[in-house]
């Protein structure tokens, strides 16, 4: 087993590097790579496996999901599924295999898809009316079987795609939900379930629904698969499979989600039902395979989350080339037609929707049907829309919709808005003293501005349309889109070219964008919008600054600021108009530039108030620096520079506070004593931290602000840290009160001899904050001991002309247990050279590999020395090339080998099975020495 997990991750290495694509939107891309000669669909891409029922039924799905039908040979398929149907009228799952209502299943959904007819329907009636125990009231799998949830929702499935209601029937129906009746179970939790199994629990819902059973106190069933859903790890979002919540299969994902679909009465899971963020996460984790990609999309399809499996993008096609739609503008007079492209987020056309468009203005109404083009992979409109006439928005709704067997139909929508107007250009001059500036480029102040308005329709050309029922406007907008300027230009009796002057010969404004925005309008409303924009660099400051410099807090204490901002031009300070139209912000950050917080301010009385209160966190003790800033409207920040108002000078010295803080913990239970630590020893226990200037919890704060527990060592005396961990806050639901808890085990970053354990908090810089108990430091002497087996295997292989893998996996191993944690980082050499240095990859459960790849051409055979540091190892050297490794492994590399495999070569992305081992090689070592 652990040589196959290697032989993957030999797999997946060289595929990362080589940049194929991953995951299960590569199956549903390659989707024709897995039928087999047969017809059928198989779980390899392995040339000469048969295909399976099973797997045909998955593939036929995701044909249908995703529309490419077309890619494979759909009439080859329904002959491979004929094949499967014995005598008994049943269907095995491979030919020559017994019948059962799985397969039976599979088939007819199969052939629904395929959207032909069964041959036989009376014959599989009856086996499926062979397999209901008349005792349990449920239907078995297959004569040798027992009744189950399961095969019951497939019976009940079967009649229902047969559409078979008759008294025999109803009757089994009636029984069944009966049985089922009987069957709900309720916990301590409130859930309500058929089945502590969620396969199970599922089916029963599945039966339960098609039996017509009905469901009391919906939530409550809801409730236990929100339960089953993983919190964390690395299968976060997917759903577990047993009783004692330690499994997790994809096909549960499946199941969980299409049960609360049923209960929602088929309407689609919502992302407050179930994490739907994190299932996504999950679902797109999983490596390439048929069952995996079918049931991770029928969950994702019965979802909110479907939305973002498909991207949709509309277009236009403009009859006259001369007239393209541009923007959001179209110009009056233009003739255009749709077209929609319809794909998945990683390119993957979808040609098996129905695509209409509704064409909507307020003067005209069209709606269009799409038809989709394989060669260009979109859906295109055949008639064209005339804008002759016609001003203002026009706004396109387009929807896709396509059947898939058991679903209800699928359905997307999309709009896009365009605005009719005129065809417009601006021809702009800015001029300042002997400098012209092209739009987008920095002004000065002051600037004189000439722009003159060039108007067109597809009847009347720019720039000849100078006269006509219409006003032109210009509002010239600052950085936060503030209106500083506005004038019009009635063209009703105009004659001459349109043209605006304007001089920005203030600094009254703050920096950023001057945006020029030219309108036209009708009595209707405005129809044309055309915007240039030049940029300001002014120096803006911090006015009128209402705080105590060097001022002295503790932790719950307010801060209170207030300020103007303004801009300081030609040794004077120039405040803005419409002042409190402006976003400003007070920044709060460490010395070294850690940014704590950021608060808007809040304009009253014309300034700008900053208030807050400082939290008991650890990255709030200290100095803390305060600067202002202005974003404007685009999202663009502008530091602002502390003005001293009474000198009329700039600060040369920061804005600064200090946060005074002293840490005492308490309530210690099982805490270390002094003593022997033995590699792998557990070490649990846990206290409270205050602040015994407040009496606060003190809290965690930012990445590098924590309270820790480190184990320091002496050498040439500097203290080192070899092992840190941060203990877990405990929130006590009843009183609120704060604990921190301690579940550490001597790990192998930690080298044989004399410790000392202590307990530290550090700022936002990373200073230490000492945890004082009783009044002093809290310290513990310790030494280490005991003994530390590793365990080694090495691999090499080389895949083809291009690229060669190595892969090192080692354990640490203590009293036949496995050791986590260690920080490690690798040195490889070959040959008395030095060809890579890199951290050393480790798993939660104590694995640890080292893995790199070399162009084939330069992997050449003999010995590879991969020497292991720890962090300590190399913190108490000289140098780091002077550091003694903590334990070396060598891979013997034989070079080249040339083996045939039996797979198409271009596929070689999806394998995870059947590589070649150039070369192996498998250690243990003992490290009894002191280290």
């Not at 409207?633 to 010295?653: I, K």
Request: hydrophobic share 40%.
């Amino acid at each position: 087993m652990k040589l196959f997990f290697l032989l993957v991750a030999l797999s997946c290495l060289v595929h990362s590097v080589a940049g194929y694509g991953s995951g299960i939107s590569s199956t549903v891309f390659s989707i024709a790579n897995y039928q087999a000669e047969n017809g059928g669909f198989t779980s390899s891409i392995m040339e000469g496996f048969p295909g399976s029922l099973d797997d045909t039924t998955h593939s036929l799905f995701l044909t249908s999901l995703f529309g490419v039908n077309d890619k494979i040979d759909s009439e080859a398929a329904g002959r491979f599924i004929a094949t499967l149907q014995n005598s008994d009228g049943g269907y095995g799952n491979q030919p020559g295999q017994a019948s059962t209502l799985e397969s039976t299943w599979n088939a007819l959904y199969s052939y629904r898809i395929l959207g032909t007819i069964h041959p036989d329907t009376s014959n599989l009636v009856s086996f499926v009316n062979s397999l209901y125990d008349t005792n349990a009231k449920l239907y078995r799998n297959s004569a040798t079987s027992s009744p189950d949830f399961r095969s019951t929702a497939r019976a009940l499935q079967i009649f229902q795609i047969l559409e078979l209601e008759d008294k025999d029937v109803t009757a089994k129906k009636a029984e069944i939900s009966a049985k089922l009746g009987e069957s709900v179970k309720d916990n301590d939790d409130g859930h309500s379930f058929f089945s502590s199994i969620t396969s199970d629990n599922y089916f029963g819902i599945l039966a339960a629904s098609l039996s017509g059973f009905e469901f009391e106190d919906v939530e409550d069933w809801i409730a236990y698969f929100k339960d089953r859903q993983v919190a964390t790890g690395t299968k976060n979002g997917g759903f577990y499979a047993d009783e004692y919540a330690t499994e997790v299969d994809v096909s549960d994902a499946e199941y969980a989600v299409h049960a609360v679909f049923i209960l929602n009465k088929n309407v689609v899971v919502s992302r407050t039902q179930l994490n739907l963020a994190a299932l996504n996460g999950y679902l797109n984790s999983l490596p390439p395979a048929i069952a995996s990609a079918s049931h991770a999309y029928a969950a994702l399809a019965r979802s909110a989350s479907f939305q973002d499996v498909f991207k949709i993008v509309p277009s236009y096609v403009v009859r006259d080339n001369r007239f393209k739609v541009v923007g959001n503008r179209i110009i009056q007079g233009t003739l255009f037609r749709p077209t929609l492209l319809f794909r998945t987020s990683y390119g993957q056309a979808h040609g098996g929707a129905t695509a209409t468009v509704t064409i909507n203005h307020s003067d005209k109404t069209e709606v269009q049907t799409l038809t989709y083009n394989a060669q260009t992979q979109s859906y295109e409109g055949q008639e064209y829309f005339d804008t002759t006439g016609l001003y203002g928005d026009v706004v396109l709704s387009f929807t896709l919709n396509w059947a898939v067997p058991g679903f209800d139909a699928l359905s997307f929508t999309s709009s896009d808005k365009k605005t009719i107007g005129y065809d417009i250009n601006i021809k702009a001059k800015a001029v300042s003293a002997d400098d012209q500036f092209d739009a987008q480029e920095t002004i000065d102040i002051p600037t004189t501005f000439t722009f003159d308005v060039e108007l067109g329709t597809v009847s009347v050309p720019k720039p000849q349309l100078v006269t006509g029922d219409f006003d032109v406007v210009l509002t010239v907008l600052d950085s936060s889109n503030v209106a500083i300027h506005t004038e019009t230009i009635n063209a009703r009796k105009n004659k001459e070219v349109i043209t605006f002057n304007y001089e920005q010969d203030a600094a009254s404004l703050p920096s950023g964008r001057v945006t020029f925005r030219f309108q036209v309008k009708s009595d209707k409303g405005v129809h044309t919008t055309e915007e240039i924009w030049y940029n300001t660099k002014l120096t803006m400051v911090a006015t009128d600054i209402d705080f105590d410099q060097d001022q002295v807090f503790n932790f719950n204490q307010q801060v209170k600021i207030t300020m103007q901002p303004a801009t300081y031009f030609n040794d004077a300070v120039e405040t803005y108009e419409k002042l409190g139209s402006r976003r400003v912000f007070l920044d709060v950050v460490s010395p070294k530039g850690s940014v704590l917080a950021s608060y808007p301010g809040q304009f009253q009385n014309n300034k700008y108030v900053f208030e807050y209160t400082l939290s008991p966190r650890l990255d709030f003790a200290g100095v803390h620096v305060l600067s202002f800033r202005y974003q404007d409207a685009f999202g663009n920040d502008f530091a602002l520079l502390n003005f001293n108002s009474e000198d009329n000078e700039l600060f040369t010295e920061k804005l600064t506070y200090t946060v005074d803080v002293a840490i005492e913990i308490s309530d210690l239970v099982d805490a270390p004593v002094a003593g022997t630590l033995n590699y792998g020893q557990p070490i649990a226990f846990s206290f409270v931290a205050k602040d015994s200037y407040t009496d606060s919890a003190v809290q965690r704060g930012g990445v590098n602000s924590a309270i820790f527990l480190a184990l320091r060592h002496i050498v040439d005396g500097k203290a080192i840290t070899s092992s840190k961990i941060t203990p877990v806050p405990e929130r006590d639901a009843a009183t609120g009160s704060i604990k921190y808890v301690v579940q550490w085990g001597v790990d192998p970053n930690v080298p044989k001899g004399n410790g000392q354990l202590v307990l530290f908090g550090t700022d936002a810089d990373g200073n230490e904050i000492p945890l004082k108990y009783e009044g002093a430091v809290w310290s513990v002497d310790v030494t280490v001991d005991g003994s530390l087996q590793i365990e080694n295997s090495a691999y090499s292989h080389v895949f083809d002309d291009q690229d060669t893998a190595f892969l090192v996996s080692f354990e640490f191993i203590s009293q036949a247990n496995k050791l986590g944690g260690a920080d490690l980082t690798a040195r490889i050499v070959h040959k008395g050279k030095v060809i890579g240095v890199v951290p050393v990859a480790s798993s939660p459960e104590g694995s640890y590999q080292v893995s790199w790849t070399l162009p084939t051409n330069t992997a050449t055979s003999g010995a590879y020395v991969v020497d292991i540091y720890r962090h300590i190892d190399l913190e108490r050297a000289a140098s780091p090339e002077k550091a003694t490794p903590f334990f070396s492994v060598t891979l013997n590399h034989e070079g080249r080998g040339v083996s045939p495999l039996p797979f198409k070569t271009e596929f070689l992305v999806l394998l995870v099975l059947g590589l070649t081992l150039v070369s192996v090689s498998v250690q243990k070592t003992a490290l009894e020495k002191k280290n």
